[in-house]
């Protein structure tokens, strides 16, 4: 006889409890190989279920190969079908990644990065979804090419001439799944016999912790108020790249001037160095309107890499690669072996709110909602702060940098922030060579509404005051 135990109130159908008991017992080795299973009739009785539960749930074992059927005999275990540790649950002990969006409930969080998710433009968005489900149902639902959809890809190489100064063809533009995903694609293309990269210094950790992961050798350039230092380019390696995010560098916020991206392209021409040009928020810039792109200057040694998760929602998980003529080819095949392609709807969708001009009119609606939030972060930094504070890189994006003198953002004060209320950034995270910044915060104010940021400052200043 079987010992089994149903549970007549789980979600999950008798059928499968039978199967499933029976299937542990054979892989646990406690019904041994040649042991004759209860007729469907015996064991539906024992039970108290009905027999087309027994006899189905015999057939898939059967179907899986844990029994064999004697005709005129009954079903018997199989043998080598038992399997001990398969039959013991995992302890699961995975370390918990933590992505900055899980502050405790009531905690005003600063984090850099996010745009205000309230403010979405949910009804003409709707729309465009409805557009896209317009099309034929096989264009729509069916797979698609690596590079992504054209209609997309047309509306983007339209956008980025008119406010990047870009010019590409529409084949040039691989549809990524957001920045990290393009920027690994570009690290596959370039990461060759050459395995240097030089970067900016501080910068996304991401982004280091992914050219490190694809082999990349990392040597920091330091950069200032400007952007880049290109005095400080190594001069003894011919690396596989530079990558820089000259419209508004991350995390301090400087803007390269013209001088220092013509020496920079100088650098790469020499060297047979591409640039990877990261514009991940420069839409967003608050004394004018979003700077020239650097591909816009050498489009055959410029990779760029463009994004709508700060200017829409990081959930739609879209991003952009615009590629130099020579790498278009392999830069497809690297994207069909990373996902085939992003979801065909939403590609479609964005391509009509593109083109209908919703995301103009969003942009320009949000550029004025942020330039009064930085206000408002600003105001209250200095009101609260005086001279203690420097405020850098705030003409562009969703955050600022502030340095705090005399304060050293370590772990312990970090915590205490947060208790009182408030998580902060600091921009030590980011740097490479660590020790220069650990007086700085990055605080993101996109996310946030004014009554917060105002209230945020000031629990800052409670607990940096009595620390001071």
């Known amino acids: 006889m079987i010992h089994l135990v149903l549970d007549r109130n789980s979600a999950t159908p008798l059928t499968r409890q039978v199967y ?12 041994r190989a040649g042991s004759r299973l209860p007729s469907s009739r015996e064991l539906a009785g024992q039970l108290g279920v009905s027999r087309n539960v027994v006899m189905e749930a015999f057939e898939m074992l059967y179907s899986e190969g844990f029994t064999t059927a004697r005709h005129g005999s009954g079903t018997y275990v199989a043998s080598g079908a038992s399997y001990p540790a398969a039959a013991r649950a995992p302890e699961i002990n995975a370390q918990t990644v933590s992505m900055g969006y899980d502050s405790l409930r009531g ?24 557009a896209a489900y317009l099309h034929p149902v096989e264009d729509a639902l069916g797979y698609g090419q690596p590079e992504g959809r054209i209609e997309l890809r047309r509306a983007i190489s339209d956008y980025v001439a008119h406010q990047r100064g870009l010019l590409c063809h529409p084949d040039q533009i691989i549809i990524t799944a957001g920045t990290t995903q393009a920027i690994g694609i570009a690290c596959h293309l370039l990461l060759g016999e050459r395995r240097d990269a030089v970067l900016e210094d501080p910068i996304t950790r991401d982004i280091q912790l992914i050219i490190r992961s694809q082999g990349g050798i990392i040597h920091p350039v330091a950069v ?8 400080e380019l ?66 055959e040694r410029v990779l760029y890499i463009g994004t709508f998760s700060k200017t829409l929602t990081p959930a739609l998980r879209t991003g952009y690669l615009i590629l130099p003529e020579s790498l278009v080819g392999e830069g497809r095949g690297r994207k069909w072996h990373c996902d085939l392609h992003n979801e065909t709807p939403t590609q479609l969708a964005l391509a009509h ?24 972060l600003e105001r209250e930094l200095r009101e609260c702060f005086g001279g203690r504070v420097k405020i850098i ?25 947060e208790k009182a209320g408030v998580r902060v950034y600091p921009a030590e995270t980011h740097a490479i060579r660590p020790g220069l910044l650990d007086d700085t915060l990055l605080l993101g104010y996109g996310n946030l509404g004014e009554e917060q940021i105002i209230r945020g400052v000031r629990l800052l200043r409670g607990k940096i005051g009595k620390t001071g």
């Not at 499933?20 to 019904?31: S, V």
């Not at 200032?224 to 005095?231: K, P, S």
């Not at 969703?398 to 915590?415: W, Y």
């Open 224 to 231: 200032d108020d400007q952007g880049l230092v290109v005095d």
């Open 20 to 31: 499933g008991a029976i299937r542990e017992q054979i892989l646990a080795g406690a019904l």
């Open 234 to 299: 190594p001069q003894d390696i011919a690396p596989a790249f530079v990558y820089v995010t000259p419209s508004h560098q991350f995390p301090l916020g400087g803007t390269l001037p013209i001088q220092r991206r013509i020496s920079l392209l100088e650098y790469a021409r020499q060297t047979g160095t591409f640039l990877i040009e990261d514009d991940y928020d420069s839409e967003f810039r608050f004394d004018g309107p979003p700077l020239a792109s650097l591909h816009g200057l050498a489009p």
């Open 393 to 417: 890189g705030s003409a562009t994006g969703l955050h600022l940098a502030a340095r705090f003198e005399g304060i050293r953002f370590g772990p312990e004060l970090l915590i205490e922030i």
């Open 353 to 376: 709110f593109i083109a209908n001009g919703g995301y103009s009119r969003h942009l320009a609606r949000m550029k004025r909602l942020y330039a009064r939030k930085r206000r408002v």
């Open 107 to 130: 905690v005003i969080n600063f984090k850099p990065g996010t745009p205000d998710l309230r403010e979405f433009p949910l009804r003409p968005w709707l729309q465009s979804v409805k």
